[in-house]
């Protein structure tokens, strides 16, 4: 028996008395609780989330879809990067303005190759504007989680409106919960007993989100 085994072998016996619940989960708990703070329109929100992706030190870019590439590649050229992280989904015209040498998203790479990759770029699966945060759930413009958590730089991209959603229960309702998810709000970051902050601890020490906007972005 190893140790999986056994401390599944606790669990069983501390439930055994435990009658089963009479509601389904989805029923159990009440759902009722506020689902947006204020009512904002929706070029209202987009400013909210570029607000507080801000307030994370997070450092928001915008644009359109034409101008995208030219500013990833801008990007790129300013933060002196010699290689580039490329998930395998990753719109090939994002990187079109670009000689920077592009890395692929790997399964056997190791933490040490990862993390002589100076930058990766993504994209988003929501952006939530009330905690500025941006939620990666492994979709193939994604990558893998780990590509995200090791580079010291990365480039997130956010379509606008279409991704920006205001609550964090609205932002549930658009993620498949068995899917890997990775929620950053602003680069990586903790502090110690003092309060003295070092970025970069267990991720990114840098996170530039482009806002990419789709279409007008109404007012209403």
């Known amino acids: 028996m190893n140790s999986r085994e056994r401390i599944l072998g606790r669990v069983r016996r501390a439930l055994a008395d435990v009658p089963r619940d009479d509601a389904p989960y989805e029923q159990a708990v009440s ?3 506020v689902r947006e703070h204020g009512q904002r329109s929706v070029a209202e929100t987009v400013e909210l989330l570029a607000e507080n992706l801000a307030d994370y030190r997070a450092i928001v870019h915008r644009t359109d879809t034409g101008g995208l590439a030219g500013l990833i590649a801008g ?3 300013k933060r002196g990067a010699a290689s580039v992280l490329v998930p395998p989904g990753l719109d090939a015209e994002w990187l079109a303005a670009t000689g920077v040498t592009r890395v692929a998203d790997r399964a056997e790479s ?12 993504t994209a ?3 952006a939530i504007a009330e905690t500025g945060t941006i ?11 780990r590509i995200t958590l090791v580079p010291d730089h990365h480039i997130c991209v956010v379509r606008v409106p279409g991704q920006v959603v205001s609550s964090v229960p609205q932002g549930l309702e658009r993620l498949d919960p068995a899917r890997p998810l990775t929620w950053i709000s ?4 903790t502090s110690d007993i003092e309060l003295d902050r ?3 601890v267990h991720g990114p020490r840098t996170l530039e989100v482009v806002l990419v906007s789709q279409g007008r972005i109404g007012s209403t």
């Open 75 to 77: 990007l790129l050229e």
């Open 124 to 126: 988003c699966a929501v």
């Open 186 to 189: 602003g680069p990586s970051a």
């Open 198 to 200: 070092v970025e970069g």
């Open 31 to 33: 759902r009722d609780y």
């Open 135 to 145: 939620v990666l759930d492994g979709s193939p413009d994604q990558g893998r989680r």
């Open 110 to 121: 190791t933490p040490a190759e990862l993390d002589r990759v100076d930058s990766v770029v």
